[in-house]
C-alpha cells in the first residue's frame, strides 16, 4: 500500500513538472499575435541561432526586420520576447523593473558558484561611483596605466620596427589592475611580466566558456534542487563533460581570490583605525572597504551574508575586466581601421598633454570632445554587452512607442506579457536601430557625438546605456587608457583574421579558435 502511494506521488510530480515546463505547447498565448521569425527546432526553438558565437547577422536581420519588438520561440515552445523599442526597453529596465528580474538561469547559475542574489548589495556600491570617488581615483589610473605604457614600451623598443602584441591580453591586465586598485585596494598584477598571472588568464577564460555552456546553462532552472549547496557541487565534480570542469576550476580559482581580499579587509577594519589602511593601496577608499564598511555598521536585518559579499566581489570583477578590457581591445581594432580617425585623436590628447609629458587632468580628460566621442561612438556601436535577459514574475502589459501590426493584422498599441516570460533587451539592436539613429546608423562615425544628435535619439531616452555611474566609471579606465598609449605608438591591423564572438560579454579570437585574443601591430608613435 505504501509503495502504491510512493508511486502514484512520484507520477503526479513528474506530471506537475512535465505540465509547469510544456504547457505553453498548448495553452495559448497573447505573445502569438506578435510577428517574430519561425523557429528553427521545436526542442531548441531560435535559441541555438541567436546564442550562436558569430549571429550578428541574425540580430542586423531582426534589426532591420521588424520594428522594435518580436517573438522568438524558445525550447520546448516556450515563448521569447525580442525587445529594443525604446518606450518597451524603458519599462523592462527602468519603470517596471521589479517585475521584470533578471532570468532564473542566471540567478540560479550564480547562487551555485558566488552566493544569492540580493538587491541591497546596489545600495552598497552606488557611493563607489560616484563623481567624486572617480576623481580621486584618477591618480591610481594614471598610476596603473602608465605601468602599462612601459609594459607595452618594453615590447616595442628596440626593434627593427613594429611588433606584434596581443592587445587584448594587455588591456585584460591593465583592466584588471585598474579595478583592482580602485575598486577593492589590492594589486593583482605589476604588468611588468610578460604574461598575465592565474587569477587573470582565469578571468579572460570565463565568458568563452560560458559561451560554450549557453543552451545548457538556460535550462539550469529547470533541474530540481538536490541537498545541500555542498551536494550540489559535488555532482557538479562528477558531470562528465570537460567545459563544466574547467568552468568550475576557473569559478574556484576566483573565489579564492576573492575570500583572501574580504578576509584582509576585515582584519583591517575590525583595527577601527583608519591607520590601518596606510601605505595600502586604495588607502581604505576602495569598493571592497566601502562594501565591508557600510555592511558591517548595518542593523542585523540588513546585513549582507559573508559568502554574498564575497560572490559580489567575483561578480564585480569578473564583469568589470571583461567590459572594459573588451571595449578598449574594440576601441583600438577600430583605431586600426581608421587611421585617421586615431591620428586626429592622437593630436587632441597630445595638445592636452603636453605633447604627452604631463597627466591629463579629470576635467580636461572627460570633456576632451574628440576622445568622449571616439568612445562613445564604440560603445554604441559595439556594446560589450550586447542584451540582457529578464523574466516576468506577474502579468504585465508592456507600452510601446509606435504601434505594430499584429499577425491578425489588427494594430498592437500594448502588450500584455504573461508571468515567467523570457524577455530579451536587445541593447545591440536598440544602438543600430535605423529608427533612432538614421540611415548612417551601422556606420562608426565618432563626428556624430561632435554635433546635435537626431531629436529621435533624444526622444527615445534610451535607458542605462549613457549615463549611468558604472559606465562612467568604465568610460574614464577607457580614457586614461587611450590617453597614454596613444601619444607613445601606433596601432595598426595584423594580417591575422580576427572574428568577434556573441557571448555574455563580447570577445575578439583569431580563426577558429575560441582564445580570447586580439593581435595587432604596435609601434612606437614617430620612429622612422
Known amino acids: ?48 541561432q541567436i546564442l550562436h558565437r558569430r549571429a550578428w547577422p541574425i540580430y542586423d536581420q531582426l534589426t532591420e526586420t521588424y520594428p522594435g519588438v518580436l517573438r522568438l520561440a524558445g525550447p520546448l ?15 523592462v529596465i527602468v519603470k517596471d523593473q521589479y517585475v521584470y528580474e533578471e532570468s532564473r538561469w542566471f540567478i540560479k547559475f550564480g547562487q551555485t558558484f558566488s552566493g544569492d542574489h540580493h538587491k541591497k548589495q546596489r545600495k552598497l556600491l552606488n557611493p563607489v561611483f560616484s563623481i567624486a570617488h572617480m576623481r580621486r581615483m584618477l591618480p591610481i589610473f594614471y598610476q596603473v596605466g602608465h605601468k602599462l605604457q612601459l609594459g607595452i614600451e618594453d615590447r616595442v623598443t628596440g626593434r627593427d620596427g613594429p611588433v606584434e602584441v596581443d592587445i587584448l591580453e594587455w588591456m585584460g591586465r591593465a583592466a584588471l589592475e585598474l579595478i583592482g586598485q580602485a575598486g577593492l585596494g589590492y594589486s593583482f598584477d605589476p604588468l611588468v611580466s610578460d604574461s598575465a598571472d592565474e587569477f587573470c588568464h582565469a578571468l579572460k577564460g570565463f565568458q568563452p566558456l560560458l559561451m560554450q555552456l549557453n543552451f545548457l546553462r538556460r535550462l539550469y ?21 570537460k567545459t563544466v570542469q574547467e568552468l568550475k576550476r576557473v569559478i574556484d580559482t576566483v573565489h579564492e581570490r576573492a575570500v583572501a581580499i574580504c578576509e584582509e579587509k576585515k582584519r583591517l577594519l575590525l583595527l577601527g583605525d583608519d591607520s590601518a589602511f596606510e601605505g595600502k593601496v586604495g588607502g581604505g577608499k576602495d569598493l571592497m572597504s566601502v562594501l565591508l564598511r557600510a555592511n558591517m555598521a548595518a542593523a542585523a536585518e540588513d ?27 574594440m576601441t583600438f581594432s577600430l583605431l586600426g581601421q581608421n587611421p585617421h580617425v586615431q591620428q586626429k585623436l592622437r593630436q587632441e590628447l597630445l595638445s592636452a598633454s603636453a605633447n604627452g609629458r604631463d597627466d591629463i587632468d ?62 530579451i533587451v536587445g541593447i545591440y539592436s536598440s544602438n543600430r536601430n535605423k529608427a533612432i539613429w538614421g540611415e548612417d546608423a551601422l556606420e562608426w562615425k565618432p563626428e556624430r557625438w561632435l554635433a546635435d544628435l537626431p531629436e529621435t535619439v533624444s526622444e527615445a531616452k534610451i535607458p542605462g546605456i549613457y549615463s549611468h555611474f558604472g559606465l562612467k566609471f568604465s568610460q574614464l579606465e577607457m580614457k586614461v587608457v587611450l590617453a597614454l598609449l596613444l601619444v607613445r605608438f601606433e596601432f595598426n591591423l595584423s594580417d591575422k583574421p580576427v572574428g568577434w564572438n556573441l557571448a555574455g560579454i563580447r570577445f575578439p579570437s583569431v580563426g577558429d579558435s575560441l582564445k580570447p585574443s586580439l593581435p595587432m601591430v604596435v609601434g612606437a608613435y614617430g620612429a622612422t
Open 1 to 48: 500500500m505504501i509503495g502504491l502511494i510512493l508511486q502514484t506521488s512520484c507520477w503526479a510530480g513528474a506530471l506537475c513538472l512535465l505540465w509547469k515546463y510544456c504547457k505553453q505547447i498548448f495553452l495559448k498565448s497573447p505573445l502569438d499575435n506578435i510577428p517574430g521569425p519561425p523557429r528553427d527546432t521545436f526542442l531548441y526553438g531560435n535559441l541555438r
Open 362 to 423: 579629470y576635467d580636461t580628460l572627460v570633456s576632451l570632445p574628440y576622445l568622449d566621442a571616439v568612445c562613445r561612438e564604440t560603445l554604441r556601436l559595439h556594446p560589450p554587452i550586447t542584451s540582457a535577459f529578464r523574466e516576468t514574475r506577474k502579468d504585465i502589459v508592456l507600452p510601446l512607442s509606435e504601434p505594430i501590426t499584429g499577425v491578425d493584422g489588427t494594430s498592437v498599441r500594448e502588450i500584455l506579457v504573461p508571468k515567467d516570460t523570457t524577455v
Open 77 to 91: 515552445g516556450h515563448r521569447i520576447l525580442y525587445v529594443f523599442d525604446p518606450v518597451a526597453m524603458h519599462s
Open 303 to 329: 546585513k549582507l551574508p559573508d559568502e554574498e559579499i564575497v560572490g559580489q566581489v567575483a561578480t564585480f570583477v569578473a564583469a568589470a575586466v571583461d567590459t572594459t578590457s573588451n571595449a578598449l581591445a
Open 221 to 241: 532552472p529547470y533541474v530540481p534542487d538536490i541537498g545541500t549547496p555542498w551536494m550540489r557541487r559535488k555532482l557538479v565534480d562528477m558531470v562528465p563533460n
